[in-house]
């Protein structure tokens, strides 16, 4: 389910929610107004992304050589 932006005109709230479908509706948690506005929501990694940890080499441990992380099917030349 994505997460949407919205914002309430009648009471200026801004919120977030999970909408399973984008025509469903919702209503503002604030004032209970249901003609609230969708926003442009931007995907924003975090600032901490370069510091995840690359688990990639320890497939080469547990598995054969021969056939790569997918079983040969990605095309990655391991």
Do not use: I, N, Q
């Not at 914002?7 to 801004?14: L, M, S």
């Not at 977030?16 to 926003?39: H, I, K, Q, W, Y």
């Not at 975090?46 to 056939?67: I, N």
């Amino acid at each position: 389910m994505p997460v949407y932006e919205f914002a309430c005109p009648a009471c200026d709230e801004r919120f977030e929610e999970l909408v399973r479908r984008f025509e469903d509706p919702v209503a503002c948690p604030s004032c209970g107004e249901r003609e609230v506005e969708r926003r442009l929501s931007v995907f924003a990694p975090s600032a901490r992304a370069a510091t995840v940890p690359d688990y990639s080499r320890l497939a080469h441990h547990a598995r054969p050589a021969a056939g790569g992380c997918c079983g040969g099917a990605c095309g990655h030349a391991h």
